[in-house]
């Protein structure tokens, strides 16, 4: 699925807003991508999620885990992992910082792909990849349906294979 197919998606859902935005990460941006909107369709979630799943797959075989940050990339972790088979389980703040809760634990080594909805400027991708790496997991890469970085988002030397929006600027 290319740049312009998921960015329509977006579009058919209400969820490519323009006007003037103030984004979580403090940024301005002209345009707010709402993933919520895109993915309270469970058809267009497996849609859009299927394409990259393919994705993660082509370029790193099989990866057991699929871990997210709460909230924002819950229900995209969770149905990447659904189409690789994978196990999805997340990261959520406690006193600022993220942590595993509710039981959730990989063994030493495991290979993991962290996956979030839209990285603009990596900063909550890094702080699960290094709660990841803390907890003896082997973060392969790291996954995204929108990525407004601009390819500056780093994801702390994990590889990255992030979506439809890279470097647009968008």
């Not at 935005?21 to 497996?46: E, I």
């Not at 039981?103 to 962290?114: D, H, N, T």
């Not at 390819?151 to 992030?162: I, P, R």
């Amino acid at each position: 699925m290319d740049r312009d197919t998921v960015l329509q998606e977006f579009r058919n859902a209400g969820a490519l807003l323009e006007g003037h935005f103030l984004l979580s990460s403090g940024l301005h941006s002209p345009v707010y991508l709402q993933c919520a909107r895109v993915l309270m369709d469970p058809v267009r979630a497996a849609r859009l999620c299927a394409a990259l799943a393919q994705r993660v797959r082509d370029h790193y075989g099989e990866i057991p885990l699929v871990v997210s940050p709460a909230m924002g990339g819950v229900i995209v972790g969770y149905e990447m992992a659904r189409q690789m088979r994978a196990d999805s389980v997340f990261v959520e703040r406690v006193a600022g910082k993220f942590a595993f809760r509710r039981g959730f634990a990989m063994k030493p080594g495991q290979r993991v792909l962290m996956v979030e909805d839209v990285v603009t400027t990596g900063l909550s991708s890094r702080e699960c990849i290094a709660t990841i790496r803390a907890s003896g997991g082997h973060v392969v890469a790291a996954a995204c349906l929108i990525d407004r970085s601009g390819g500056g988002g780093g994801c702390g030397g994990a590889s990255h294979l992030f979506g439809a929006d890279h470097g647009t600027g968008l």
